[in-house]
Protein backbone atom coordinates (compact mmCIF):
# COMPACT_ATOMS: atom_id res chain seq x y z
CA UNK A 1 0.00 0.00 0.00
CA UNK A 2 1.19 3.59 -0.44
CA UNK A 3 2.37 6.11 2.15
CA UNK A 4 1.17 9.40 3.45
CA UNK A 5 3.63 11.38 1.70
CA UNK A 6 2.54 9.19 -2.02
CA UNK A 7 -1.13 10.85 -0.73
CA UNK A 8 0.00 13.93 0.26
CA UNK A 9 0.87 14.76 -2.95
CA UNK A 10 -2.62 13.90 -4.58
CA UNK A 11 -4.30 15.80 -2.24
CA UNK A 12 -2.29 18.97 -1.95
CA UNK A 13 -3.20 18.66 -5.92
CA UNK A 14 -7.22 19.36 -5.18
CA UNK A 15 -6.53 22.80 -4.10
CA UNK A 16 -5.73 24.16 -0.54
CA UNK A 17 -9.68 24.05 0.59
CA UNK A 18 -9.95 20.03 -0.02
CA UNK A 19 -6.29 19.89 1.65
CA UNK A 20 -7.29 21.29 4.64
CA UNK A 21 -10.77 19.41 4.67
CA UNK A 22 -8.62 16.36 4.64
CA UNK A 23 -6.03 17.56 7.26
CA UNK A 24 -8.68 18.18 9.74
CA UNK A 25 -10.79 14.96 9.28
CA UNK A 26 -7.34 12.89 9.13
CA UNK A 27 -6.44 14.51 12.71
CA UNK A 28 -10.80 14.06 13.88
CA UNK A 29 -9.59 10.16 13.07
CA UNK A 30 -6.70 10.15 15.28
CA UNK A 31 -7.93 12.40 18.38
CA UNK A 32 -11.21 10.16 17.82
CA UNK A 33 -9.12 6.90 17.91
CA UNK A 34 -7.07 7.87 21.27
CA UNK A 35 -10.15 8.59 22.91
CA UNK A 36 -11.64 5.55 22.05
CA UNK A 37 -8.45 3.91 23.34
CA UNK A 38 -7.97 5.36 26.49
CA UNK A 39 -11.33 5.04 27.34
CA UNK A 40 -11.00 1.15 26.64
CA UNK A 41 -13.94 1.20 24.41
CA UNK A 42 -12.34 0.16 20.89
CA UNK A 43 -13.88 -2.69 21.19
CA UNK A 44 -13.03 -5.14 18.55
CA UNK A 45 -11.43 -2.78 16.38
CA UNK A 46 -8.99 -4.42 14.21
CA UNK A 47 -7.78 -1.66 12.27
CA UNK A 48 -5.18 0.07 12.85
CA UNK A 49 -4.60 4.20 13.66
CA UNK A 50 -2.56 4.25 10.64
CA UNK A 51 -5.46 3.20 8.45
CA UNK A 52 -7.77 5.51 10.36
CA UNK A 53 -5.62 8.32 9.70
CA UNK A 54 -5.42 7.03 5.77
CA UNK A 55 -8.89 6.66 5.43
CA UNK A 56 -9.48 10.44 7.02
CA UNK A 57 -7.00 11.95 4.69
CA UNK A 58 -8.00 10.77 1.39
CA UNK A 59 -11.68 10.44 1.89
CA UNK A 60 -12.58 12.60 -0.71
CA UNK A 61 -9.97 12.23 -3.17
CA UNK A 62 -12.75 11.72 -5.99
CA UNK A 63 -15.44 14.26 -4.43
CA UNK A 64 -14.29 16.81 -7.29
CA UNK A 65 -15.29 16.73 -11.26
CA UNK A 66 -16.80 14.30 -13.22
CA UNK A 67 -16.26 11.71 -10.28
CA UNK A 68 -18.40 14.29 -7.76
CA UNK A 69 -21.87 12.46 -8.55
CA UNK A 70 -20.07 9.05 -7.56
CA UNK A 71 -18.34 10.05 -4.27
CA UNK A 72 -16.73 8.07 -2.61
CA UNK A 73 -17.24 4.80 -4.90
CA UNK A 74 -14.23 5.66 -7.56
CA UNK A 75 -11.43 6.61 -4.49
CA UNK A 76 -9.35 3.41 -5.76
CA UNK A 77 -9.51 4.09 -9.67
CA UNK A 78 -8.52 7.59 -9.11
CA UNK A 79 -5.49 6.93 -6.87
CA UNK A 80 -4.58 4.14 -9.12
CA UNK A 81 -4.01 7.11 -11.89
CA UNK A 82 -1.21 8.46 -9.66
CA UNK A 83 0.06 4.73 -9.26
CA UNK A 84 -1.42 4.32 -5.60
CA UNK A 85 -2.89 1.72 -3.98
CA UNK A 86 -4.90 1.47 -0.68
CA UNK A 87 -6.08 -2.03 0.77
CA UNK A 88 -9.70 -3.76 0.77
CA UNK A 89 -10.22 -2.16 4.86
CA UNK A 90 -9.25 1.44 4.07
CA UNK A 91 -11.81 1.47 1.13
CA UNK A 92 -14.67 0.03 2.60
CA UNK A 93 -14.24 2.58 5.33
CA UNK A 94 -14.55 4.92 2.65
CA UNK A 95 -17.44 3.62 1.17
CA UNK A 96 -19.53 3.75 4.18
CA UNK A 97 -18.94 7.41 4.46
CA UNK A 98 -21.12 7.78 1.38
CA UNK A 99 -24.28 5.45 2.44
CA UNK A 100 -26.31 7.12 -0.40
CA UNK A 101 -24.08 6.65 -3.04
CA UNK A 102 -22.09 3.25 -2.17
CA UNK A 103 -25.15 1.57 -0.71
CA UNK A 104 -22.31 0.43 1.87
CA UNK A 105 -23.91 1.31 5.45
CA UNK A 106 -21.73 2.32 8.77
CA UNK A 107 -21.32 -0.50 11.24
CA UNK A 108 -17.68 -0.40 12.86
CA UNK A 109 -16.29 2.23 15.06
CA UNK A 110 -13.87 3.38 12.54
CA UNK A 111 -16.19 3.56 9.69
CA UNK A 112 -19.08 5.67 12.12
CA UNK A 113 -15.83 8.14 13.05
CA UNK A 114 -15.15 8.55 9.02
CA UNK A 115 -19.26 9.59 8.96
CA UNK A 116 -19.56 11.78 11.85
CA UNK A 117 -16.22 13.44 11.76
CA UNK A 118 -16.51 14.45 7.99
CA UNK A 119 -20.18 16.29 8.13
CA UNK A 120 -18.80 18.06 11.54
CA UNK A 121 -15.94 18.92 9.89
CA UNK A 122 -18.18 20.34 6.69
CA UNK A 123 -20.33 22.55 9.57
CA UNK A 124 -17.42 24.03 11.43
CA UNK A 125 -15.95 24.82 8.43
CA UNK A 126 -19.28 26.46 6.73
CA UNK A 127 -19.35 28.53 9.93
CA UNK A 128 -15.84 29.96 9.79
CA UNK A 129 -16.15 30.18 5.80
CA UNK A 130 -12.85 29.09 5.28
CA UNK A 131 -11.08 31.34 7.62
CA UNK A 132 -9.41 28.81 9.25
CA UNK A 133 -8.29 30.95 12.37
CA UNK A 134 -11.77 31.07 13.61
CA UNK A 135 -11.86 27.52 14.51
CA UNK A 136 -9.68 28.59 17.16
CA UNK A 137 -12.15 31.03 19.00
CA UNK A 138 -15.03 29.31 18.11
CA UNK A 139 -17.12 27.38 20.48
CA UNK A 140 -19.15 24.51 21.40
CA UNK A 141 -22.65 26.00 21.94
CA UNK A 142 -22.31 27.85 18.66
CA UNK A 143 -22.04 24.67 16.92
CA UNK A 144 -24.79 23.54 18.98
CA UNK A 145 -27.17 25.94 18.13
CA UNK A 146 -26.26 25.41 14.38
CA UNK A 147 -27.19 22.20 14.26
CA UNK A 148 -30.52 22.56 15.85
CA UNK A 149 -31.11 25.62 14.21
CA UNK A 150 -34.32 24.90 11.84
CA UNK A 151 -34.89 24.64 9.10
CA UNK A 152 -32.47 22.51 7.57
CA UNK A 153 -31.91 22.65 3.71
CA UNK A 154 -34.39 19.76 2.94
CA UNK A 155 -30.99 18.18 0.64
CA UNK A 156 -28.93 18.44 3.45
CA UNK A 157 -28.49 15.19 5.36
CA UNK A 158 -25.32 16.60 7.46
CA UNK A 159 -26.92 17.70 10.78
CA UNK A 160 -28.74 14.34 10.76
CA UNK A 161 -25.30 12.48 10.11
CA UNK A 162 -23.27 14.34 13.15
CA UNK A 163 -26.09 13.55 15.61
CA UNK A 164 -25.54 10.15 15.00
CA UNK A 165 -22.26 10.80 16.89
CA UNK A 166 -24.37 9.50 20.01
CA UNK A 167 -26.11 6.11 19.00
CA UNK A 168 -25.70 3.50 21.26
CA UNK A 169 -24.73 0.97 18.63
CA UNK A 170 -22.35 3.64 16.98
CA UNK A 171 -20.04 5.87 18.60
CA UNK A 172 -21.55 6.43 21.54
CA UNK A 173 -20.71 10.04 22.35
CA UNK A 174 -22.42 12.39 23.08
CA UNK A 175 -23.16 15.52 20.36
CA UNK A 176 -21.48 18.29 23.09
CA UNK A 177 -18.63 15.88 23.95
CA UNK A 178 -17.92 14.23 20.19
CA UNK A 179 -17.57 18.63 19.41
CA UNK A 180 -15.26 19.37 21.34
CA UNK A 181 -13.23 16.05 20.52
CA UNK A 182 -13.07 17.02 17.19
CA UNK A 183 -12.32 20.60 18.10
CA UNK A 184 -9.46 19.66 20.00
CA UNK A 185 -8.20 18.06 16.56
CA UNK A 186 -9.12 20.77 14.27
CA UNK A 187 -7.52 23.69 16.46
CA UNK A 188 -3.92 21.58 16.47
CA UNK A 189 -4.72 21.11 12.70
CA UNK A 190 -4.73 24.43 12.26
CA UNK A 191 -2.10 25.68 14.34
CA UNK A 192 0.06 22.89 12.47
CA UNK A 193 -0.14 22.64 9.29
CA UNK A 194 -3.23 24.56 7.42
CA UNK A 195 -1.98 28.07 7.41
CA UNK A 196 1.47 27.14 6.16
FE1 LIG B 1 -15.20 15.02 3.47
Known sequence: MSNRSDFVKVVKNLGPELYCHSLFVEECMGVLY???ELNNTLGD?????????????????DNFGEYK????????EVLSKYG????????????AHGPEITHVFPESLV????????????LITALVSNNYN???DLKTDV???DIFRKPENPNS?????????SKIDGLNIPLNKFIDICFIAMKKCVKIHCLQ
Open 34 to 36: DYF
Open 45 to 61: NKISKNNWLIAGFIHDV
Open 69 to 76: STHPLKTK
Open 84 to 95: LKINKQINDIIL
Open 111 to 122: QWSLLCADNLVG
Open 134 to 136: GII
Open 143 to 145: ILA
Open 157 to 165: TRRKKILMC
